[in-house]
């Protein structure tokens, strides 16, 4: 079976932490959207990691890693990657299967990230500039690059229509600032490089594992209202990162689907455009994005911050057929005296628990409930029961509002400082 480990939110949950800390239970861990837009953190032995292609589980030595079919990779973002964790993973090579149908992010594809977002002005969608929305683009075009095409003889022919098309656009959108030649050698590097590793069919690779009965988790990136189909659209990234997207991402059927643990952090963070209900653009917002350090681990840039909003992650564990919660950055919030969360949405004066079809065009103010905070000093190590009482009713507010149970909850960046319940 296939568990799923997803966010809920807008990205940036902490699923990088909790799949490695769920890793020991699995054999397989895989991902099966998204590309180098993610950046997940891993905090452990006082080492930092921050993993953009590279599914969570590679600093577990037992555990093989696959980067699906449904993924976006960048040769030369993929090969920085990698020379970030050799020295730990020193055997990655073993360890790391990449599908040969994983579609190539190429340079003139970043390029177009950057035209097409300069084209758009205030309405950008502030995306991270590697290329997702033009790779993924050019894939359900029909006309998309696969790492499998790298070993065939055509590949450099192929390539080079591709880059003239998307020259022909780039200079539509009246973009200029770019060096072609400079990234091209990079990247026709880094693809050498990519030749080197266990280029696979990979849609076998996880049907074989799944008669062995071996155990797959699937890691999504991004967040669930950042779906292309369920999000905030057009503010939203270009790819399912729903639960949905395990079966097509890795080439299984929805049988195959066991557990799927939703993430989400216990206030609410954004980075890019669009709308977010919650957001604090205030003294109170800008001390969550200290204290939770709340800056892009790709990108650097300010993520902004608000309440956590329960209409939505109600919605996103629907959409998701959510088992069990996990709560992040409970801690973040410590010491604070009094915190809210979002239980309804007023909208033309008439109240709903529904994220309306266009949340883009709606007016919406949140209707909030308020708790009593708890101490700055509170601790995990001693159990769930021995936490402030005002900790534990918050918990049990969100479990009964949401109808599932919050399984894990992490209070620090480290493996340790997480407790499953
Ligand atoms: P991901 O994209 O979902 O993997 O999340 P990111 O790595 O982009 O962002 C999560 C950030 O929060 C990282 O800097 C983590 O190290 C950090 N983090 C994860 N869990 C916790 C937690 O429980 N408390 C605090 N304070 N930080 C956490
Ligand atoms: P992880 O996996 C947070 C956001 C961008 C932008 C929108 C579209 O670390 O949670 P894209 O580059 O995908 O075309 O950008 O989506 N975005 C993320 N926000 N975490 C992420 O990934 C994100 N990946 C994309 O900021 O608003
Ligand atoms: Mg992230």
Not at 244 to 255: D, M, N, Q
């Amino acid at each position: 079976m296939i568990d799923v480990i997803l966010g809920l939110q807008w990205g940036d949950e902490g699923k990088g932490k909790i799949a490695d800390y769920l890793t020991p239970n699995y054999q397989v861990v895989a991902r099966f959207q998204g590309g180098p837009n993610a950046g997940h953190s891993l905090e452990f032995e006082g080492k930092k990691f921050v993993l953009n292609t590279i599914p969570s589980g590679i600093f577990r030595k037992e555990t093989i890693n696959l980067i699906g079919n449904g993924v976006v990779i960048d040769p030369v973002r993929l090969r920085e990657e990698i020379g970030r964790i050799i020295n730990e993973c020193p055997d990655y090579k073993d360890r790391l299967l990449i599908s040969q149908k994983a579609h190539l992010i190429l340079p003139t594809h970043r390029i177009l990230d950057a035209a097409s977002e300069n084209a758009k002005g205030d309405a950008k969608i502030g995306s991270t500039l590697r290329g997702i929305g033009p790779t993924y683009r050019d894939k359900i075009g029909r006309s998309g690059l696969r790492v499998g095409d790298i070993l065939e003889a055509d590949f450099n022919e192929r390539y080079r229509k591709t880059v003239e098309d998307h020259l022909k656009q780039i200079e539509f959108l009246g973009f200029s600032d770019f060096d072609l030649a400079k990234e091209e050698e990079l990247f026709f590097s880094a693809l050498e490089f990519l030749k080197t590793h266990q280029l696979i069919n990979s849609e076998y690779f996880i049907h074989q594992c799944i008669q062995e009965g071996k155990k797959i988790l699937a890691e999504g990136a991004q967040g669930s209202m950042l779906d292309v189909e369920f999000g905030t659209y057009p503010f939203v990234t270009s790819s399912n990162t729903l639960t949905g997207g395990v079966c097509t991402g890795l080439g299984v059927a929805p049988k195959y689907i066991g557990k799927v643990y939703g993430i989400f952090k216990a206030y609410c963070t954004r980075v890019g455009s669009g709308p977010f209900p919650t957001e604090l653009d205030n003294e109170l917002g800008e001390f969550l994005r200290q204290k939770g350090n709340e800056f892009g681990a790709t990108t650097g840039r300010k993520r902004r911050t608000g309440w956590l909003d329960l209409v939505a992650l109600k919605y996103t564990c629907m959409l998701n057929g959510v088992d069990e919660l996990i709560m992040m950055k409970g801690d973040v919030l410590n010491g604070l005296e009094s915190i809210s969360a979002a239980t309804a949405y007023t909208i033309n004066g008439n109240n709903t628990d529904q994220v309306p079809a266009n949340l883009c065009s709606a007016d919406i103010t949140p209707v909030y409930n308020d708790f009593e905070g708890w101490s700055e000093d509170i601790q995990l190590h001693g159990g769930f029961e021995k936490m402030d009482q005002s900790f534990q009713d918050y918990v049990a507010f969100v479990e009964s509002y949401i109808g599932a149970k919050i399984g894990v909850i992490s209070m620090g960046p480290g493996r340790d400082e997480t407790l499953t319940r």
